[in-house]
């Protein structure tokens, strides 16, 4: 079968691992990105990380940072030129690049799909509203990378099948923890350990992220800890503020951007990641990756309540209440100082991606659903 794959997202070479355990799988796939792609956080140019198997490909794109707007102009000749069965547009309905997208993979005799994240009942207004409902008629089927967006589309009136399943997991090899038990036993150390307790996150420097609560939870610790923000985004400036307000800028590293080849080396240097995240009127975490990648390091993880959080963790680690800094306080506290409780976590974090939310898995779900759009079921 021969596969189309549309993808701002993977522009980071770490999650074109999914490419590449799709083409594993017999496909015959070509990734289509941008040179880059600019959001709040930053520009990300495109990576050339995962790329056996299968053809990785930029083409232009227009309005570069604009959600809703953007598209791909030479989409059209791309796709009459490929000839495939099936054209995957990993992007939300209601955008351009979506409806646009939809309207070349036709042209080209293909089927679509698409992928959605938003968990919120939100009525747009035109040109989006027909955008999404154009999208609707066209697809037969739809991922959903949460279960409250599933229940989103069906009750806007989305009647193609819908697959709950995360827009991608983690390579286990690659997010792995420490081999060796010495360097596990030094990451569970008690706080008392001659190295400060290592707090982290990872992600964008954003409002809704909660991380101006983490820092005031971070100033009310005692004991030797630090806390490291690894991100950019526009709050950074913000957060420095706040640190040095709070007393804690010499214990507080900031506005550090590692590419995705850095990230398990730097969640293997934490003792616990936190994603205090917050839900506002237009968005609420709609999964936080970071906490898979963490788990798959086997770092233990503290998330808020908000969206898809309390089910991505389980029972594999800590969360509480958003917005609510005493809890988030004493779970940080309690966790620093009990060295069992966070090698307990780490172990149940580890077995749970393992279980759920491994690349493999993932890509494997995403042919059976290429299949049943291919032949038209």
Known sequence: MRVVLISK????????????????????????????????????????????????????????GAYHFHFYPTLVRELRKLRPQVVHLDEEPYN???????????AAGA??????????????????????????RACPAAIAGNAEAQDVL??????????????????PTIFRPHEERVDREERIRPASHSEPFHIGYAGGLLPEKGLDLLLRACGGLT?????TLAGSGEQLQTLRNLAADTGIADRVK????????????????????????????NWKEQFGRVLIEAMACGVP???SDSGEIPRVIGDAGVVFPEEDLEALRFQLKRLMEDATARQSLAAAGRQRVLARFTMAEVARRTVTVYNTVANGR
């Open 301 to 303: 993880v503290l998330g």
């Open 96 to 106: 351009l690049a979506t409806v646009l997208g939809v309207r070349a993979a036709r």
């Open 154 to 171: 069906a009750r806007k009136g989305y009647r193609g099948e819908i697959v709950v399943l995360p827009q991608f997991g983690v390579d």
């Open 254 to 281: 900031l506005g550090i951007r590692l590419s995705s080849a850095d990230m398990p080396g730097f969640y293997r240097s934490l003792d616990l990641l936190v994603l205090p995240s917050r839900t506002r009127p």
């Open 9 to 64: 997202a993977l522009v980071v070479g770490a999650y074109q691992k999914k490419a590449e355990e799709i083409a594993g799988l017999g496909i015959d796939l070509t990734v289509l990105i941008p040179p880059s792609w600019r959001d709040r956080r930053g520009m990300q140019p495109a990576e050339r990380l995962h790329t056996t198997g299968y053809e990785l490909r930029t083409i232009p794109i227009l309005f570069n």
């Open 111 to 136: 089927r679509p799909l698409f992928f959605t994240w938003q968990n919120l009942l939100r009525r747009y207004p035109p040109p989006f509203r027909w955008f999404e409902r154009t999208v609707y």
């Open 223 to 227: 004991g030797d800890w630090r806390l």
